[in-house]
């Protein structure tokens, strides 16, 4: 991704998983990501990948960090992208693309009280701000090959609680020749967003 312009497409399909969420105590939760970039007038899609675990946490707050991970990651690269997000998490494609409009239009409230996970929430707006970005929702474990590698990363996270240490290549392609042995079925992958069509969701906020 060193040669990544911006204006760039990325693609990005996150997870996260919490072991025990809910349940009183301690509960161990990871979060994981699949990013892919291809070059303009290539064929050749680049994959990237990274998780990150907590041992004290909440589904929804890996879900937020896996949005703040994944955006600093390709802000590294010093360029603003175009990017699709793709996640299972309503909390996340709902909260990203309708909640954050009202709750920044009230100074960071919201009517029914105060906002869960708030500085998380603050840290994933500032993370996005300088791209344009897709929210995009997909059905979790329904066999959408990308989004079930960000859920095999996000659970070996949460069950090891390790933590990539930022974005490395990814080993997306060997993990789906592998699943081809197990039970779980994979459907045709997702087809990297066509450029010509790519539509940002509206911001909530100026750059």
């Known amino acids: 991704m060193t040669e990544a312009r911006s204006g760039d497409i990325i693609a990005i399909y996150a997870d996260e998983s919490c072991i025990g969420n809910g349940r009183e105590g301690d509960n161990p939760g990871g979060a994981?990501?699949?990013?892919e970039w291809r070059k303009p007038g290539s064929d050749s899609v680049s994959r990237f990948?990274?998780?990150?675990?907590?041992?004290?946490?909440?589904?929804?707050?890996?879900a937020l960090r896996s949005v703040i991970e994944a955006f600093d990651g390709i802000s590294?690269?010093?360029?603003?992208?175009?990017?699709?997000?793709?996640?299972?998490?309503?909390?996340?494609?709902?909260?990203m693309s309708k909640w954050v409009s009202s709750w920044m239009a009230?100074?960071?409230?919201?009517?029914?009280?105060?906002?869960?996970?708030?500085?998380?929430?603050?840290?994933a707006v500032e993370a996005v701000r300088p791209h344009e970005t897709q929210w995009k929702w997909v059905r979790g474990h329904n066999g959408q090959p990308q989004n079930e590698y960000a859920n095999h990363l996000a659970t070996r996270a949460a069950a090891n609680q390790s933590d990539s240490g930022g974005l490395r290549l990814s080993q997306y392609d060997e993990w789906v020749g592998l699943?081809?042995?197990?039970?779980?079925?994979?459907?045709?992958?997702?087809?990297?967003?066509?450029?010509?069509?790519?539509?940002?969701?509206p911001r909530a906020w100026t750059i």
Do not use: H
């Not at 994981?32 to 990013?35: A, E, N």
């Not at 990948?49 to 890996?62: F, G, K, L, Q, V």
């Not at 100074?107 to 929430?121: M, Q, S, T, V, Y």
């Open 32 to 35: 994981g990501g699949l990013i």
């Open 49 to 62: 990948e990274y998780w990150i675990s907590d041992p004290a946490t909440t589904n929804n707050r890996m």
């Open 76 to 95: 590294k690269r010093g360029k603003s992208f175009r990017v699709v997000f793709t996640s299972d998490s309503k909390y996340i494609v709902e909260g």
């Open 106 to 123: 009230r100074d960071w409230r919201r009517k029914a009280g105060p906002i869960e996970n708030l500085e998380l929430w603050q840290e």
């Open 179 to 201: 699943q081809k042995s197990t039970k779980l079925r994979l459907n045709e992958p997702e087809p990297f967003p066509d450029p010509n069509t790519f539509k940002a969701t």
